[in-house]
């Protein structure tokens, strides 16, 4: 596991910046390595998982899931999923306060989540919180436009 000299919130604002993404983009950002999943059906975008990274604010993003298109013009989708420190809905919303609701659990699984948004000017970035740990960050989606 690498250890960043970095916040969870501080590795956000730097992979924004990263936009749109590239493998050695993330990896340099992140200090992680990334690997090609070589999943099948993977003629149209190209998966890459990274090694867990811990922030100094005990935070830790156990799994990276990168996708880039393999062909034409497309800015990457990334899924951080977080452990560590538990981090509340309002330490989010201290960072983020225009959050809407966009997914909701259909109580098919415990691991389905209740998901906030925030639009922003690059595209919009999701917290994930699952039916098993409601009360603590799980994922965080980047979905730039």
């Not at 225009?98 to 917290?127: C, K, Q």
Request: charged letters at 25%.
């Amino acid at each position: 596991m690498t250890q960043a000299a970095m916040t969870l919130w501080l590795a956000i604002d730097m992979l924004v910046t990263q936009i749109p993404f590239s493998k050695a983009k993330v990896e340099s950002a992140l200090l992680t390595q990334l690997s090609d999943t070589k999943a099948p059906g993977s003629e149209v975008f190209q998966f890459f998982e990274g090694t867990p990274v811990r922030f100094e604010d005990g935070v830790e993003a156990s799994k990276f899931d990168l996708r880039i298109k393999r062909e034409g013009a497309h800015p990457g989708f990334l899924v951080l999923e977080v452990q560590g420190r538990c981090v509340p809905l309002d330490e989010v919303k201290r960072h983020y306060a225009d959050l809407v609701i966009t997914d909701v659990p259909r109580g098919r699984s415990m691991n389905e989540a209740t998901s906030y948004t925030a639009t922003l000017g690059w595209g919009r970035l999701s917290f994930g919180f699952r039916e098993k740990n409601p009360g603590c960050l799980a994922f965080i989606a980047f979905n730039p436009s």
